[in-house]
């Protein structure tokens, strides 16, 4: 037995990992690591397209003017007020029929695999960058104003104010409240298991039924998503001291 | 764009109802043995000794760092055994069971930091005067901190009730019909996804904006 | 009544009370003053157990406050106490605040809690606020509630720390003004203050501490008359510079 463990442990068969799966893709062991990896990566892309958005949006909703903060506003609302299982499967059975060109290139030149990765990431991304705007914005609130006047005074225009003195702070501040999204953004990904993403909380399943040893599958799969809440949380820790500035938040004076 | 066909709604709308009850009554119940364990472990959580309140820090984090999909798929594997276990000729809906059971146990974990953050919020001199006039700290609890706690965090658990509401269409992966699972099915039976599915989200989107709009303005009513 | 002997506190390596002794009989007023930090709240939220101590004996009424076998609540019922920030229930009305721990403290019925709490509310001048909130009164206003409803316990003596120092001047008075009433009629009080006029006019003795000790412990004339320490002159000629 590859792993070291004993074969039957709490009364449970942990050979279970070591066996073929039924795809002969590897043994289970392998399998649920194929899970491990495909929640890993539509996470991190997801973030990527959170933030992306979620910053956009954020600083959208601080801006002058009504316009663009209330477009920032009515993405917020509406992507934190429909559950997340029904934003998927708009994206991924609704949103092809309804942009046709889009449409088109997602139904016909993706594999299924492909299809379910991007409605997954588009989805998560989506859901997830509203509450990263609320976040920026709030971040971007706690500012003193007069940071965003001494900016301009300086000749600099908006965009050079928000990038160069706003931004810094404010994400130094909400690494926190970001970092917990970030974990949720892990344990949501588990809904894609059910569009057929062969995702960790997938490939649980599947082992389970097609081995019908449920508790072995389980146990493991929780152990592997707590490990990565505590890798997160550490590498979280490792990036908020790194970017601590001095004097500030919690910094060194 | 395609014509989109909206007929197969009306004759659905029972069934939505029906789903719509299984929705509120998963919704109802975990927000009620939700708060009241919630407060048990918070209260245990905060607790001198360390006893109590190293098992209500396990409970929480535990809870908090596996997916809703999980903890639904591991309760419906164990509460069925439980009621086999427990009742020769289980009777109950196996899967509405297991999801009230998944639901009040995970929801117990995020309404116990709410309300620990709440008790936590209520000053140390609230306390001491409770317990000055001769109260029990059991009594200066229930009295005194409690109903201040709740008050003020009104808005978060209520906030946290409206995102269960959201989550309990994740009861789809365990095969029980609620609002969402209807919806879908109908759209599957009917070839009438993209309408099914746009309407299942119209019906989300109204429920919630209008109910978190309420929490925004009971929100600056409490602030004032 | 209050027999304190040789009580030390520590918070951890810092000690904040150190051998500390003294007495309050039975209808006597004692004002303890000190500079801040000098452990004279902590020493009386020792006296009703609020705060451990490690060291010593506290004694009420031959009941000893650190005992472990001691019914703290119950010995916390017959000892009224004000705090400085009043610490009136924000979500009970005037009379619920009043009432509250007699019906579940005293089990007395509401007619008898009700009736109590009036005619202290009364004799505090403030029966016409009886369905207020607390946030709807003014700081000397809570303050009188507070010891109303301390006093509404019948307590047999009443503890006080720092009564008046949240309190706007202009309305120290009224505060002062309740706990003089009660000093005169006869009421055993140990008050942590610096209002030297309030020691003046009815304390029997004045207790000065400074870094955890009890530096002077004598009768009211005496200690204003020659305050023996230095610590003491000092600590006086600037509060009166005031």
């Known amino acids: ?253 | 764009m395609p014509a989109l066909d909206w007929s197969s709604i009306p004759g659905a709308l029972p069934f939505l109802w029906n789903g719509m009850l299984v929705t509120l009554s998963i919704t109802g119940v975990a927000i009620l043995v939700g708060i009241v364990l919630g407060t048990l472990i918070a209260t245990a959580r905060l607790s001198a000794n360390p006893i109590p309140s190293s098992l209500a820090a396990l409970y929480v984090n535990g809870f908090r760092s596996i997916p809703l999909v999980m903890v639904l798929l591991w309760f419906y594997l164990l509460v069925p055994q439980l009621i086999q276990a427990l009742f020769k000729n289980p009777a109950a809906d196996i899967r509405l069971v297991s999801a009230f059971v998944a639901f009040s146990l995970f929801e117990a974990s995020y309404y116990a930091e709410i309300i620990r953050a709440g008790i936590q919020s209520v000053s140390r001199g609230q306390v001491s005067a409770g317990l000055a006039l001769g109260m029990s700290r059991a009594q200066t609890m229930r009295l005194i901190v409690l109903p201040q706690a709740f008050r003020r965090m009104l808005p978060l658990l209520l906030t946290q009730a409206i995102i269960l509401f959201q989550d309990t269409s994740l009861v789809y992966v365990i095969g029980l019909s609620e609002f969402f699972g209807v919806a879908y099915r109908t759209g599957d039976r009917d070839g009438t996804i993209v309408e099914l599915l746009l309407f299942a989200g119209a019906v989300y989107f109204v429920l919630c904006f209008a109910a978190s709009s309420l929490v925004r303005v009971l929100q600056r009513k409490i602030a004032l | 009544m209050i027999s304190i002997q040789d009580v030390s506190k520590w918070y951890g390596e810092f000690q904040v009370l150190r051998d500390c002794t003294t007495r309050v009989d039975k209808g006597e007023v004692v004002v303890v003053c000190g500079p801040s930090g000098s452990g004279k709240s902590t020493l009386i939220k020792c006296v009703n157990g609020l705060e451990p101590f490690q060291k010593g004996e506290i004694r009420i009424e031959n009941v000893s406050v650190g005992d472990r076998r001691t019914n703290l609540p119950r010995l916390r019922a017959r000892v009224g106490m004000v705090f400085q920030h009043f610490e009136l229930f924000p979500h009970l009305t005037v009379m619920q605040n009043l009432t509250i721990a007699q019906r579940r403290v005293l089990k007395r019925n509401v007619r008898g809690a009700t009736d109590k709490g009036l005619a202290l509310l009364e004799a505090v001048g403030l029966k016409a606020h009886a369905q207020k909130y607390p946030a709807q009164l003014s700081g000397g206003q809570q303050q009188r509630v507070a010891i109303a409803r301390a006093l509404a316990m019948d307590p047999i003596a009443m503890l006080f720390d720092e009564p008046t120092s949240a309190l706007d001047p202009e309305m120290i008075k009224e505060v002062l003004d309740v706990m003089v009433r009660l000093a005169q009629d006869g009421m055993t009080m140990m008050v942590v203050t610096h209002e030297m006029g309030f020691a003046r006019r009815v304390a029997h003795r004045v207790i000065f501490m400074d870094q955890g000790r009890i530096v002077e412990d004598r009768p009211k004339d005496d200690f204003f008359k020659d305050p023996g320490t230095e610590r003491a002159q000092q600590f006086l000629s600037k509060i009166l510079a005031h």
């Open chain 1, 1 to 253: 037995m590859s792993l070291g463990l004993p074969h039957t442990f709490l009364g449970l068969d942990w050979s279970i990992f070591a066996q073929p799966a039924f795809d002969r893709s590897g043994t289970y062991f392998q399998f649920l690591l194929v899970g491990l990896q495909w929640t890993l990566i539509i996470s991190v892309l997801g973030w990527a397209v959170a933030f992306v958005i979620g910053s956009i949006a954020g600083i959208m909703r601080t801006l002058p003017g009504r316009i663009l903060p209330s477009i920032a506003a009515v993405y917020v609302e509406v992507f934190r007020n429909v559950p997340l299982l029904v934003q998927l499967f708009l994206w991924y059975f609704v949103m092809p029929e309804l942009i046709p060109g889009i449409g088109m290139w997602f139904k016909q030149g993706l594999n299924p695999l492909l299809q379910q990765m991007v409605a997954a990431v588009l989805c998560l991304g989506f859901f997830t960058g509203a509450r990263v705007a609320e976040q920026v914005r709030s971040g971007l609130g706690s500012l003193p104003r007069a940071q965003r006047a001494a900016g301009l005074a300086l000749g600099l225009n908006l965009m050079q104010v928000y990038l160069l003195i706003l931004l810094p702070v404010a994400y130094r501040i909400i690494i926190p409240t970001l970092t917990s999204e970030f974990l949720n953004i892990i344990k949501n990904s588990a809904v894609a298991s059910t569009i057929g993403l062969v995702e960790l909380s997938r490939q649980s399943q599947q082992l389970g039924e097609f081995t019908a040893h449920w508790y072995e599958s389980f146990i493991a799969v929780t152990v592997l998503y707590a490990a990565i809440n505590v890798a997160v949380m550490l590498a979280a820790r490792y990036l908020e001291r790194a970017a601590r500035l001095p004097g500030l938040v919690g910094g060194h004076k």
